[in-house]
């Protein structure tokens, strides 16, 4: 149980143009969905926290009209990267917690691999 | 002062070895401690959670967590090629988020 996918794995994109990455949560509901940014040999930096129905809260130094976040039900939530350039190449790894088991823990999806060129 | 911090090795062992993963942390807040596991190119594994001083073991792994001296390490016994990984440890207090340590490069030879 507790399986988070993305889509697309990889994504190759030209600067200027927009990507959406999808998180799904396959087996169970999840209330809350987080997106993280990790760079080469970096550790996951948390970008903003996802909830169903609400605007997404975002981290500081995050821009909110260039990362749009979208967490239409409890299964699902897009975070489209605008306008993307070079330094926006990165790895964009989603994650939710889950309404059943401990509430502090954190369920991981695959990971999306973002290339800007 | 950092919040966590992770030596990021990276730490070669040879199979069959006990390895010895730590964190330090300086917010007293934290009350959850985690550590994931996260292969090459792939999201984080969630291997270890607790929220009490102590140890709590689970197969060849143990999560050890001293809040006094905000401690807390992971120990893998009998150590496979198979664990050679990154190692993260993650802490949570009363919000949602949770702060990761910058992550060790475990290594395991055959």
């Known amino acids: 149980g507790a399986v988070v996918s993305q889509h697309p794995s990889r994504v190759i994109c030209k600067s200027g143009t927009s990507v959406k990455i999808e998180c799904r949560s396959l087996?169970?509901?999840?209330?809350?969905m987080f997106w993280y940014r990790q760079f080469p040999k970096q550790s996951l930096m948390l970008m903003a926290t996802?909830?169903?129905?609400?605007?997404?809260?975002?981290e500081q130094g995050v821009e909110k009209d260039k990362f749009l976040i979208n967490h239409a039900s409890l299964t699902l939530s897009t975070l489209t990267v605008t306008s993307a350039h070079p330094e926006d190449s990165s790895f964009y790894i989603c994650?939710?917690?889950?309404?059943?088991?401990?509430?502090?823990?954190?369920?991981f999806g695959p990971g999306t691999r973002l290339l800007v060129l | 002062q950092k919040e966590v911090e992770q030596d990021p090795g990276p730490l070669s062992v040879p199979e069959g070895a006990i390895v010895s993963l730590n964190c330090t942390y300086s917010?007293?807040?934290?009350?959850?401690f985690m550590w994931y596991r996260q292969y090459s190119r792939k999201g984080p594994e969630l291997l270890m959670y607790?929220?009490?001083?102590g140890n709590k073991e689970d197969g060849r792994f143990t999560a050890q967590v001293d809040k006094s001296s905000k401690y807390i390490s992971l120990f893998i016994r009998d150590s496979q090629p198979s664990d050679s990984a990154t190692y993260l440890c993650?802490?949570?207090?009363?919000?949602?988020?949770?702060?990761f340590g910058a992550g060790t490069i475990l290594r395991v030879k055959s």
């Open positions: 994650s939710a917690r889950s309404l059943r088991g401990p509430q502090e823990t954190q369920y």
């Open positions: 087996d169970f509901q999840a209330t809350t």
């Open positions: 996802s909830n169903e129905g609400s605007k997404a809260t975002y």
């Open positions: 917010n007293s807040a934290f009350q959850y």
């Open positions: 607790t929220y009490s001083s």
């Open positions: 993650a802490f949570k207090g009363y919000g949602n988020k949770l702060v």
